[in-house]
């Protein structure tokens, strides 16, 4: 069973292909909790639940009643297909931690079908969740960005840096890229040397840095240290544009 949580069609806001078209599907569960993102969200039987801006994507004892079990790829294909979109959308998984699912079959089937049918498929993942590749070869054709969490995510160091997880991506995906979220007071307090840490341990791949934020606001406040940051550093800016065109609204 796949646990799909929500699916919308708007444009990329982060990330290499901010501003593309694309569909995205959210699938629920996660390895991790990130509670130092500090994200609150009021679950089905109103009670506050701290996490990251997709807790409700993450948190299965108190969002999963509204999720939608997927037991067969066919379901997903007929959400694509009734949206009549052009016909090789960008498709987005995303989570929650959408590999927790990467040995199911019937997402296997689907993205099958999605790479013959030459769309360009997104992984937005942390990094810590490892593919089989040699079982399942479509995944060498999926697009992977790599958020790797830093300690502003509130999880220990050993559960969310494994190098041996995220170099096997970058060594067999036709395409990756890091993607950092960042803010000011992180920067000024040891972000960016956690930064450079994880990527003397990682395979070359481009580095892509966009400011921390669950909100329009916050985002705002944390633009330009990411910016001169990512000047100083030659990394790319990415702009979270979904969230500052849409602030805290979802399934946009
Ligand atoms: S890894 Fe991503 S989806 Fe999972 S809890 Fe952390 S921020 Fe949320």
Same mark, same amino acid.
């Given at each position: 069973?796949? #646990?799909?949580?929500?699916? &919308?069609y708007?444009?990329?806001?982060e990330?290499?292909?901010?501003?593309?078209?694309?569909? &995205?599907?959210?699938l629920?569960g996660?390895n991790?909790?990130?509670e130092? &993102?500090?994200?609150?969200?009021?679950?089905?039987?109103?009670s506050e639940?701290?996490?990251c801006d997709?807790?409700?994507?993450?948190?299965?004892?108190?969002?999963g009643?509204?999720?939608q079990?997927?037991?067969d790829a066919?379901e997903?294909?007929?959400?694509?297909q009734s949206?009549?979109? #052009?016909?090789?959308?960008?498709i987005?998984?995303?989570?929650g931690?959408?590999?927790?699912?990467?040995?199911? #079959? %019937?997402?296997?089937a689907?993205?099958?079908?999605l790479i013959?049918?030459h769309?360009r498929?997104?992984?937005?993942?942390?990094?810590a969740?490892?593919?089989d590749?040699?079982?399942?070869p479509?995944?060498?054709?999926?697009?992977?960005?790599?958020?790797?969490?830093?300690? %502003?995510?509130?999880?220990?160091?050993?559960?969310?840096?494994? #190098?041996?997880i995220?170099?096997?991506?970058?060594?067999?995906?036709?395409?990756?890229?890091?993607? &950092?979220t960042?803010d000011e007071?992180g920067?000024?307090t040891g972000?960016s040397?956690e930064?450079?840490s994880?990527?003397?341990?990682?395979?070359?791949?481009?580095?892509?840095?966009?400011?921390?934020?669950?909100?329009?606001?916050?985002v705002?406040?944390?633009?330009?240290?990411?910016?001169d940051?990512?000047?100083a550093?030659?990394?790319?800016?990415s702009?979270?544009l979904h969230?500052?065109i849409?602030d805290?609204?979802?399934?946009?």
């Amino acid at each position: 069973m796949i #646990p799909l949580v929500e699916h &919308f069609y708007s444009i990329q806001g982060e990330g290499r292909y901010t501003g593309v078209p694309s569909l &995205f599907f959210r699938l629920g569960g996660c390895n991790m909790r990130c509670e130092g &993102f500090g994200c609150v969200e009021v679950a089905l039987d109103g009670s506050e639940i701290l996490g990251c801006d997709t807790v409700y994507a993450v948190d299965k004892k108190n969002f999963g009643k509204s999720w939608q079990s997927i037991t067969d790829a066919q379901e997903l294909i007929e959400i694509l297909q009734s949206y009549k979109l #052009p016909s090789d959308v960008d498709i987005v998984l995303t989570g929650g931690e959408p590999l927790l699912h990467a040995n199911n #079959p %019937n997402l296997v089937a689907f993205l099958e079908f999605l790479i013959s049918r030459h769309h360009r498929v997104t992984f937005e993942t942390n990094g810590a969740v490892a593919v089989d590749f040699e079982k399942f070869p479509v995944y060498k054709s999926c697009v992977y960005a790599l958020s790797v969490k830093l300690s %502003n995510s509130g999880e220990a160091y050993e559960k969310r840096v494994n #190098p041996e997880i995220f170099n096997a991506i970058i060594d067999e995906a036709d395409e990756t890229f890091f993607k &950092f979220t960042v803010d000011e007071q992180g920067l000024q307090t040891g972000l960016s040397q956690e930064i450079e840490s994880i990527l003397l341990l990682a395979h070359k791949t481009e580095v892509t840095c966009m400011p921390k934020g669950g909100s329009k606001e916050e985002v705002e406040a944390n633009t330009n240290a990411v910016i001169d940051y990512c000047k100083a550093k030659g990394y790319r800016y990415s702009d979270r544009l979904h969230i500052r065109i849409w602030d805290q609204n979802k399934g946009v």
